[in-house]
C-alpha cells in the first residue's frame, strides 16, 4: 500500500511525557507583571457568558491551532470570515500587545467531501468517453433526474404518482415546494432556515437537468444529478490504489486556497500540517486511546466510547452539551460516507477514530485493517504533534463546535488522560467565529449560497473592504450579507483614504522632514487634537482589551480622523501639521496592525495607506520608477515652450528642473514611489500654476488664452489624473498635490464628462422644446379671431365678428354661460393675433 506523501515519524517534535505533563497543573489563571499583557479577555466558548481574562501558559507566547480547509472546493465569503477573523486576532496579539504567536493550521485532505468530489469527477470523466446513442444518453439522464429526486425531494415522487419526468416536473415543482420557493418554511412555522435553502439548491439542480431533458443536450446542465446517479453505480469500480484521483484535487485547491488568502493579506501560518502526512501517527494515537479503554474495534473501524470517557470522571460536550444528542449533527460528523462503514456502536453519539474503507475509498494499513482516519481524531494528533498536550488557542467556525471540536476535545483529553489525575485541560481558549449568512441560511459550499473569494474580489469587493466589513462586526458575531454594511464600510474606508492623502499632500506641501512625528508637546489649538489622540489611544486599548471589540475600535478611528480633519480644514485656526500628521501616524500604525495595508509591514510606522503601484516601484530602480512622472513634466514643459508666451513667471519656471531635486532623492536611498515623483509633480504644476496666473493678462477672447486654458485643463484632467495625480487649486498658493488612485481619478473625469455630456443634451432638448412651442404660439395666432371658429363643426351659425351663436346639435341657441366662454377665448385669440400682426406685419 503506497501513501499519498511520506509521513514523518510519530510525534517527532512532540516530545511526550504523559505522566509528568498530565500531573503539572495548567498556568491557565497565571497573572502577569508585564502592564501590555495584562487584564485582556477574550469570550471562550468553554466558559460561555462574558468574557474572561486570557493568560497564556507562557510569559508573552501563545500557541494556537486553527482548523483550516478541507481542500475539495474553491472557497467563499464563509471562508472568508472565518480566516480573516482569527487573522485580525492574531495580528492584534502579536502587533498592538506584542505576544509572539506559534499560528499552527492544517489542511483537511482526506475526507468524505474529497472521496465524493474526485471520484464522482473521475466517473463523470469516464462516462464522457463511452459511445452513447441520443436516446441511449437520455435514458441515462432521465434515471439521474427521478433517483436525485427520490434521494433529496420526496414530495415530488410520492407514492401514487406518475412517473416523474421533464414535463409533469414543473407542476409538481409548484405543488410540492411553491411556498419555500416563495419563501416560506417547510412547516408553515418559523423563519427560513438550513433545510429550505437546501431545498432550493436541490430544486435549482432539477431544473437544469430538467431543461437538459427537454433540449436534448447531452451531459451539459445535468451534472449534478448525474454525479450522484454515476456514483451510486460505479463507485465501487474506482481503482483507489492509484491516489492521485484525489491528490491531483487537493493539491489544485490548497493551492487555490493559500492564493486566496494571499490576496487577503492574511498572514502565513507558523506551521501547517496535512492528514496524509499524519496517517501513521493517527494510527499510534488511535491505539493509545483503545489501550486506556476509551475506544473499541468493531469490524475494522474503531469508534470512541463516551460512556467509558465520561465513567472516567470526563465531560463529554464541554463545548455544546445541549447537542449531545443531536444525532443529524452526529451524522454530518460522521460524514456522508459512513453508513455501514464497520460493526454496530456501542452507542449512536459514539463516533468514529478509524473507519474501515470500503471499495472506492482510499486506504491505508493499519491493525485493524485497510481504512482511513476519522475526521475528528485528524486535528488532535497535528495538534498534539506541534503543540503538546495543552495549548493556549484552538479556533474555527461556530459551526465546527459540535461535534468537531467537541470530539476533538474527548479525544485528546483521553489520549493524555491519566487516572487519579482528574480531567486533562487541552485547549485553554476555544474562539469560534461567527458564520457569515445569507437570505438566513448559513452559506456553505453544500447549500450552493456562496460567492467563492475569487469571484468576490473580482465583482464586489477588495481585500481592505471585505475585511474592513469584517472588522465592523465582532469576530464571535453571525454577520448578514447587507447593502448598508457594504455602504458603511465604504464610507469609513472612503473618509480615511481622503484624510490620509490629504495629509500625506499637506506634509508633502510643507517639505517638512518624514520620519515621524516622536511626541506630541502642543500648545494653543493643536493641543485640542493631541488630547483628542490621547482619548483615542485609551478607548481603542480598553475595546481591543475587551475580547478584541473591533466595532468600537473602528469607530474610535473614524471620530479621531473627523476631528483631525475638523481641525485640518477650520480657516480660523493655524493648522498645525504636526499635530494631524501625529494622527495620522497614530491611525496609520493601527490600520497596519488590522491587516488594511498589504504593503505595510510591523512597526507599521508610515503616513497613510500604501498602493499596489507604490508597492510595486519600491523593488524597481528609482529612475524607471520616476520615469512615467518625468515624462509627463518633459510633454508639459514642451507643450509650454511651443506657446511662446514671453511672461517672465513662465520663463522662470521654464527654467527651473526638477532633475536636481530628484538626484538627491536617489542619492539618499530613496525607494518611496511618491516622493520619487515629487521633483516632477512639483515641477509640473508650477508650471500650470503659473499658465492661470496669466491669464488675466490675456485678451478675453484671444487664441492665446483659449490655448492656455485648454492646456491647463489638459494638464490636471489628462496628463497627471492618468497618473493617479489630482491637483486642487489653492489661492495665492501652489496647487496641492495629492496621490489617488488613478481609476478612481480617471472614474471621476469620465462621470464628471457624461453629466456635462447629459446637462448640454437637456439644455439641447429645452431649446428645441423652445423652439417647437414659439412656432405653434405664432401659427396659432396667425388665425383672425374671426375665423378661429368657422371651421368647428359644433356650431352652424355665427355672428360678424365670427362668434358661435347657434349649435348643430338640436338648432339651438349657445347657451349665455358657453357664449361667455367663447367670447374670452375670442378676445385671447385677438390679443394674440394683434401681437403677430405687430410683429410680422401680416406676412407669414
Request: proline share 5%; charged share 25%.
Given at each position: 500500500?503506497?501513501?499519498?506523501?511520506?509521513?514523518?515519524?510519530?510525534?517527532?517534535?512532540?516530545?511526550?511525557?504523559?505522566?509528568?505533563?498530565?500531573?503539572?497543573?495548567?498556568?491557565?489563571?497565571?497573572?502577569?507583571?508585564?502592564?501590555?499583557?495584562?487584564?485582556?479577555?477574550?469570550?471562550?466558548?468553554?466558559?460561555?457568558?462574558?468574557?474572561?481574562?486570557?493568560?497564556?501558559?507562557?510569559?508573552?507566547?501563545?500557541?494556537?491551532?486553527?482548523?483550516?480547509?478541507?481542500?475539495?472546493?474553491?472557497?467563499?465569503?464563509?471562508?472568508?470570515?472565518?480566516?480573516?477573523?482569527?487573522?485580525?486576532?492574531?495580528?492584534?496579539?502579536?502587533?498592538?500587545?506584542?505576544?509572539?504567536?506559534?499560528?499552527?493550521?492544517?489542511?483537511?485532505?482526506?475526507?468524505?467531501?474529497?472521496?465524493?468530489?474526485?471520484?464522482?469527477?473521475?466517473?463523470?470523466?469516464?462516462?464522457?468517453?463511452?459511445?452513447?446513442?441520443?436516446?441511449?444518453?437520455?435514458?441515462?439522464?432521465?434515471?439521474?433526474?427521478?433517483?436525485?429526486?427520490?434521494?433529496?425531494?420526496?414530495?415530488?415522487?410520492?407514492?401514487?404518482?406518475?412517473?416523474?419526468?421533464?414535463?409533469?416536473?414543473?407542476?409538481?415543482?409548484?405543488?410540492?415546494?411553491?411556498?419555500?420557493?416563495?419563501?416560506?418554511?417547510?412547516?408553515?412555522?418559523?423563519?427560513?432556515?438550513?433545510?429550505?435553502?437546501?431545498?432550493?439548491?436541490?430544486?435549482?439542480?432539477?431544473?437544469?437537468?430538467?431543461?437538459?431533458?427537454?433540449?436534448?443536450?447531452?451531459?451539459?446542465?445535468?451534472?449534478?444529478?448525474?454525479?450522484?446517479?454515476?456514483?451510486?453505480?460505479?463507485k465501487e469500480t474506482i481503482d483507489t490504489s492509484d491516489q492521485t484521483i484525489f491528490t491531483d484535487l487537493t493539491q489544485r485547491m490548497e493551492k487555490a486556497f493559500n492564493d486566496d488568502m494571499t490576496a487577503l493579506n492574511v498572514l502565513e501560518p507558523t506551521a501547517v500540517t496535512r492528514v496524509t502526512e499524519y496517517v501513521p501517527q493517527i494510527v499510534s494515537f488511535v491505539e493509545q486511546i483503545i489501550q486506556k479503554g476509551f475506544a473499541y474495534e468493531a469490524d475494522g473501524s474503531v469508534y470512541f466510547d463516551i460512556g467509558a470517557f465520561e465513567k472516567a470522571g470526563n465531560t463529554y460536550a464541554r463545548l455544546r452539551p445541549e447537542s449531545r444528542n443531536d444525532k443529524a449533527l452526529q451524522e454530518e460528523g460522521e460524514g456522508s460516507l459512513s453508513k455501514s462503514s464497520g460493526g454496530q456502536k456501542k452507542r449512536d453519539a459514539d463516533f468514529a477514530l478509524w473507519k474501515r474503507s470500503k471499495p472506492g475509498e482510499p486506504y491505508w494499513p493499519?491493525?485493524?485493517?485497510?481504512?482511513?482516519?476519522?475526521?475528528?481524531?485528524?486535528?488532535?494528533?497535528?495538534?498534539?504533534?506541534?503543540?503538546?498536550?495543552?495549548?493556549?488557542?484552538?479556533?474555527?467556525?461556530?459551526?465546527?463546535?459540535?461535534?468537531?471540536?467537541?470530539?476533538?476535545?474527548?479525544?485528546?483529553?483521553?489520549?493524555?488522560?491519566?487516572?487519579?489525575?482528574?480531567?486533562?485541560?487541552?485547549?485553554?481558549?476555544?474562539?469560534?467565529?461567527?458564520?457569515?449568512?445569507?437570505?438566513?441560511?448559513?452559506?456553505?459550499?453544500?447549500?450552493?449560497?456562496?460567492?467563492?473569494?475569487?469571484?468576490?474580489?473580482?465583482?464586489?469587493?477588495?481585500?481592505?473592504?471585505?475585511?474592513?466589513?469584517?472588522?465592523?462586526?465582532?469576530?464571535?458575531?453571525?454577520?448578514?450579507?447587507?447593502?448598508?454594511?457594504?455602504?458603511?464600510?465604504?464610507?469609513?474606508?472612503?473618509?480615511?483614504?481622503?484624510?490620509?492623502?490629504?495629509?500625506?499632500?499637506?506634509?508633502?506641501?510643507?517639505?517638512?522632514?518624514?520620519?515621524?512625528?516622536?511626541?506630541?508637546?502642543?500648545?494653543?489649538?493643536?493641543?485640542?487634537?493631541?488630547?483628542?489622540?490621547?482619548?483615542?489611544?485609551?478607548?481603542?486599548?480598553?475595546?481591543?482589551?475587551?475580547?478584541?471589540?473591533?466595532?468600537?475600535?473602528?469607530?474610535?478611528?473614524?471620530?479621531?480622523?473627523?476631528?483631525?480633519?475638523?481641525?485640518?480644514?477650520?480657516?480660523?485656526?493655524?493648522?498645525?501639521?504636526?499635530?494631524?500628521?501625529?494622527?495620522?501616524?497614530?491611525?496609520?500604525?493601527?490600520?497596519?496592525?488590522?491587516?488594511?495595508?498589504?504593503?505595510?509591514?510591523?512597526?507599521?510606522?508610515?503616513?497613510?495607506?500604501?498602493?499596489?503601484?507604490?508597492?510595486?516601484?519600491?523593488?524597481?530602480?528609482?529612475?524607471?520608477?520616476?520615469?512615467?512622472?518625468?515624462?509627463?513634466?518633459?510633454?508639459?514643459?514642451?507643450?509650454?515652450?511651443?506657446?511662446?508666451?514671453?511672461?517672465?513667471?513662465?520663463?522662470?519656471?521654464?527654467?527651473?528642473?526638477?532633475?536636481?531635486?530628484?538626484?538627491?532623492?536617489?542619492?539618499?536611498?530613496?525607494?518611496?514611489?511618491?516622493?520619487?515623483?515629487?521633483?516632477?509633480?512639483?515641477?509640473?504644476?508650477?508650471?500650470?500654476?503659473?499658465?492661470?496666473?496669466?491669464?488675466?493678462?490675456?485678451?478675453?477672447?484671444?487664441?492665446?488664452?483659449?490655448?492656455?486654458?485648454?492646456?491647463?485643463?489638459?494638464?490636471?484632467?489628462?496628463?497627471?489624473?492618468?497618473?493617479?495625480?489630482?491637483?486642487?487649486?489653492?489661492?495665492?498658493?501652489?496647487?496641492?498635490?495629492?496621490?489617488?488612485?488613478?481609476?478612481?481619478?480617471?472614474?471621476?473625469?469620465?462621470?464628471?464628462?457624461?453629466?456635462?455630456?447629459?446637462?448640454?443634451?437637456?439644455?439641447?432638448?429645452?431649446?428645441?422644446?423652445?423652439?417647437?412651442?414659439?412656432?405653434?404660439?405664432?401659427?396659432?395666432?396667425?388665425?383672425?379671431?374671426?375665423?378661429?371658429?368657422?371651421?368647428?363643426?359644433?356650431?352652424?351659425?355665427?355672428?360678424?365678428?365670427?362668434?358661435?351663436?347657434?349649435?348643430?346639435?338640436?338648432?339651438?341657441?349657445?347657451?349665455?354661460?358657453?357664449?361667455?366662454?367663447?367670447?374670452?377665448?375670442?378676445?385671447?385669440?385677438?390679443?394674440?393675433?394683434?401681437?403677430?400682426?405687430?410683429?410680422?406685419?401680416?406676412?407669414?
Amino acid at each position: 500500500m503506497r501513501s499519498i506523501v511520506a509521513a514523518r515519524p510519530f510525534f517527532s517534535s512532540l516530545k511526550l511525557r504523559p505522566l509528568v505533563l498530565a500531573s503539572r497543573p495548567p498556568r491557565f489563571f497565571r497573572s502577569y507583571s508585564t502592564p501590555n499583557m495584562a487584564s485582556i479577555t477574550v469570550h471562550n466558548s468553554l466558559k460561555p457568558g462574558a468574557p474572561v481574562p486570557f493568560v497564556p501558559k507562557a510569559d508573552g507566547k501563545i500557541s494556537w491551532y486553527a482548523c483550516g480547509p478541507t481542500t475539495y472546493d474553491l472557497s467563499h465569503l464563509g471562508h472568508a470570515r472565518n480566516y480573516l477573523s482569527n487573522d485580525i486576532i492574531r495580528r492584534i496579539f502579536q502587533d498592538y500587545f506584542g505576544y509572539e504567536v506559534n499560528f499552527v493550521m492544517n489542511y483537511t485532505d482526506v475526507d468524505d467531501k474529497i472521496i465524493i468530489k474526485a471520484r464522482r469527477q473521475r466517473l463523470l470523466e469516464l462516462e464522457k468517453e463511452k459511445s452513447y446513442t441520443p436516446e441511449q444518453l437520455r435514458e441515462l439522464v432521465s434515471k439521474a433526474f427521478q433517483a436525485y429526486a427520490q434521494s433529496n425531494l420526496a414530495l415530488l415522487v410520492a407514492e401514487g404518482q406518475p412517473t416523474l419526468d421533464e414535463n409533469n416536473y414543473q407542476g409538481r415543482k409548484d405543488a410540492a415546494y411553491g411556498k419555500v420557493l416563495a419563501g416560506g418554511t417547510l412547516t408553515g412555522e418559523g423563519r427560513p432556515g438550513d433545510p429550505e435553502a437546501k431545498i432550493k439548491m436541490h430544486l435549482n439542480n432539477m431544473d437544469s437537468a430538467a431543461k437538459c431533458l427537454q433540449t436534448s443536450s447531452g451531459f451539459d446542465g445535468a451534472e449534478d444529478i448525474l454525479l450522484p446517479y454515476l456514483d451510486s453505480l460505479y463507485k465501487e469500480t474506482i481503482d483507489t490504489s492509484d491516489q492521485t484521483i484525489f491528490t491531483d484535487l487537493t493539491q489544485r485547491m490548497e493551492k487555490a486556497f493559500n492564493d486566496d488568502m494571499t490576496a487577503l493579506n492574511v498572514l502565513e501560518p507558523t506551521a501547517v500540517t496535512r492528514v496524509t502526512e499524519y496517517v501513521p501517527q493517527i494510527v499510534s494515537f488511535v491505539e493509545q486511546i483503545i489501550q486506556k479503554g476509551f475506544a473499541y474495534e468493531a469490524d475494522g473501524s474503531v469508534y470512541f466510547d463516551i460512556g467509558a470517557f465520561e465513567k472516567a470522571g470526563n465531560t463529554y460536550a464541554r463545548l455544546r452539551p445541549e447537542s449531545r444528542n443531536d444525532k443529524a449533527l452526529q451524522e454530518e460528523g460522521e460524514g456522508s460516507l459512513s453508513k455501514s462503514s464497520g460493526g454496530q456502536k456501542k452507542r449512536d453519539a459514539d463516533f468514529a477514530l478509524w473507519k474501515r474503507s470500503k471499495p472506492g475509498e482510499p486506504y491505508w494499513p493499519s491493525p485493524w485493517g485497510q481504512g482511513r482516519p476519522g475526521w475528528h481524531i485528524e486535528c488532535s494528533v497535528m495538534a498534539s504533534d506541534k503543540l503538546g498536550d495543552n495549548m493556549d488557542i484552538h479556533s474555527g467556525g461556530i459551526d465546527l463546535a459540535f461535534p468537531h471540536h467537541d470530539n476533538e476535545l474527548a479525544q485528546s483529553e483521553a489520549y493524555f488522560h491519566q487516572c487519579g489525575n482528574g480531567e486533562h485541560t487541552w485547549v485553554n481558549y476555544f474562539l469560534h467565529m461567527g458564520h457569515l449568512s445569507i437570505a438566513g441560511s448559513k452559506m456553505s459550499k453544500s447549500l450552493k449560497n456562496f460567492q467563492t473569494i475569487q469571484d468576490a474580489l473580482a465583482t464586489t469587493y477588495t481585500a481592505r473592504s471585505m475585511r474592513i466589513v469584517f472588522l465592523m462586526g465582532r469576530w464571535n458575531d453571525g454577520v448578514e450579507i447587507s447593502g448598508d454594511m457594504r455602504k458603511q464600510a465604504d464610507s469609513w474606508e472612503n473618509t480615511l483614504d481622503n484624510f490620509f492623502t490629504n495629509i500625506k499632500a499637506k506634509v508633502a506641501e510643507a517639505d517638512v522632514p518624514t520620519d515621524g512625528v516622536k511626541d506630541l508637546s502642543l500648545t494653543g489649538a493643536g493641543s485640542t487634537l493631541a488630547e483628542d489622540l490621547e482619548q483615542a489611544k485609551k478607548d481603542l486599548d480598553a475595546a481591543l482589551r475587551n475580547s478584541f471589540d473591533t466595532p468600537s475600535a473602528m469607530q474610535v478611528i473614524l471620530r479621531l480622523v473627523r476631528n483631525a480633519n475638523i481641525y485640518m480644514n477650520d480657516k480660523a485656526t493655524s493648522s498645525d501639521l504636526q499635530s494631524v500628521e501625529a494622527v495620522a501616524r497614530w491611525v496609520t500604525k493601527i490600520v497596519g496592525i488590522f491587516g488594511l495595508d498589504a504593503t505595510a509591514t510591523p512597526p507599521y510606522n508610515g503616513l497613510g495607506w500604501g498602493s499596489a503601484s507604490a508597492a510595486a516601484a519600491a523593488n524597481t530602480d528609482p529612475r524607471t520608477a520616476a520615469k512615467p512622472y518625468a515624462a509627463a513634466y518633459e510633454r508639459v514643459k514642451a507643450d509650454v515652450q511651443a506657446l511662446n508666451l514671453s511672461a517672465t513667471s513662465i520663463q522662470s519656471a521654464l527654467e527651473q528642473s526638477p532633475e536636481s531635486e530628484f538626484a538627491e532623492a536617489e542619492k539618499s536611498g530613496e525607494r518611496d514611489m511618491e516622493k520619487l515623483a515629487i521633483p516632477y509633480l512639483r515641477a509640473t504644476s508650477r508650471l500650470r500654476d503659473e499658465l492661470r496666473a496669466i491669464v488675466p493678462s490675456l485678451g478675453s477672447e484671444s487664441q492665446a488664452k483659449q490655448a492656455v486654458l485648454a492646456l491647463s485643463d489638459r494638464i490636471r484632467d489628462y496628463d497627471l489624473t492618468d497618473l493617479g495625480v489630482q491637483l486642487d487649486d489653492q489661492i495665492d498658493k501652489p496647487s496641492l498635490i495629492k496621490f489617488v488612485p488613478a481609476a478612481r481619478l480617471i472614474a471621476a473625469r469620465e462621470e464628471k464628462a457624461s453629466l456635462l455630456a447629459e446637462k448640454a443634451r437637456q439644455k439641447e432638448e429645452a431649446r428645441r422644446a423652445r423652439e417647437k412651442a414659439e412656432e405653434e404660439k405664432w401659427a396659432k395666432a396667425k388665425v383672425p379671431p374671426q375665423e378661429m371658429f368657422k371651421n368647428d363643426p359644433k356650431y352652424t351659425e355665427w355672428d360678424a365678428d365670427g362668434l358661435p351663436t347657434k349649435l348643430a346639435e338640436g338648432n339651438e341657441a349657445v347657451p349665455k354661460s358657453q357664449a361667455k366662454k367663447l367670447k374670452k377665448d375670442w378676445d385671447r385669440q385677438k390679443k394674440l393675433h394683434d401681437e403677430y400682426l405687430s410683429k410680422f406685419g401680416g406676412k407669414a
